[in-house]
């Protein structure tokens, strides 16, 4: 059934208090929900299949256009529509980049790869901290058509405001696993190719090293790096080399840059 949009021109709404309070991991860890902010945004969260909860967008920016189609489509698909005032919208967009729509969707996980397919690439990414740099590396898996971004162990939330915004959408298309190391270095030990470390003390080359498929790319966390015992796990080690005196890359920067080596030829972009 249709529903209609409702008006919300209060501050004080529980809704718009349920909404605000996703900023929050521990609520959005509770209620399995999260916001992701943007008309553009919300169409890759269409084209893959998901539907929101809840849609909430500025009074009189649904008129015409893509803003309509999207609110015409939330309400087809039975969620919940807010039409709300300029002061509401801004209490729940963000402070850098407010946008006129948001929407509240619910967090999806998908089980570790048990059986990859011959060509895919999946991406582990051991106790990531920094939101920017998860959703930057969602965004790229994307943009190289890997199979998945596996998280291991402690890490930040994929459905952070900071994260979702910086995937640019790639939040909707990629699929993420949630697993603990163990159940990694367990899941390591079936991996028919290459599982391929990037590594600061390894030898080889990235750019010259063949890559067997199905390949798990394998990157350290911001702080500390690698664990020895992911490491061991790892079937090859490589560095990519720097010309400066600097520690290491960006994490994000490095994953790009092996994704994209790994990819080669392979890729018909
Ligand atoms: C910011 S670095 C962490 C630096 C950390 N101090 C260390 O000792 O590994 C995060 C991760 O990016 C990857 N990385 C960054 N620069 C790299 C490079 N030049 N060669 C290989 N891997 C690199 C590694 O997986 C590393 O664990």
């Known amino acids: 059934m249709t529903r209609e949009p409702k008006a919300i021109t209060s501050l004080q709404n529980e809704r718009v208090k349920a909404i605000r309070a996703l900023e929050m991991r521990k609520v959005r860890k509770e209620t ?7 008309a553009s945004i919300l169409i890759t969260a269409r084209e893959h ?5 809840t849609l909430v967008y500025r009074a009189g920016s649904a008129d015409s256009g893509v803003a309509r189609g999207l609110v015409t489509w939330a309400l087809k698909e039975g969620a919940e529509c807010l039409e709300a005032s300029e002061a509401v919208l801004a209490k729940l967009a963000s402070k850098d980049n407010p946008q006129a729509m948001l929407a509240v969707f619910r967090q999806r996980f998908v089980p570790p790869p048990d059986k990859p397919k011959r060509d895919d690439v999946w991406v582990a990414l051991e106790e990531v901290r920094d939101p920017g740099n998860l959703g930057t590396i969602i965004r790229t898996a994307d943009a190289v058509g890997a199979a998945g971004v596996i998280l291991v162990g402690t890490s930040c939330d994929p459905y952070a405001r900071e994260c979702v915004r910086a995937t640019m959408g790639s939040i909707f298309a990629v699929p993420l696993v949630r697993t603990t190391r163990e159940a990694f270095l367990t899941s390591c030990m079936s991996w028919r190719g290459d599982i391929v470390g990037t590594h600061l003390d390894a030898h ?38 720097m010309a400066g005196q600097l520690d290491s ?17 392979g890729l018909s972009l």
């Open 32 to 38: 399995g929900l999260f916001v992701a902010e943007g």
């Open 49 to 53: 299949g998901f539907v929101p909860q």
């Open 204 to 241: 080889e080359d990235f750019r010259r090293a063949s890559y067997r498929a199905p390949t798990l790319l394998v990157m350290g966390s911001e702080g500390p790096g690698m664990s020895e015992e992911v490491a061991k796990a790892c079937t090859r080690l490589v560095k990519i080399p």
């Open 249 to 265: 890359l960006n994490l994000a920067v490095a994953t790009a840059l092996v994704l994209y080596q790994i990819r080669g030829a």
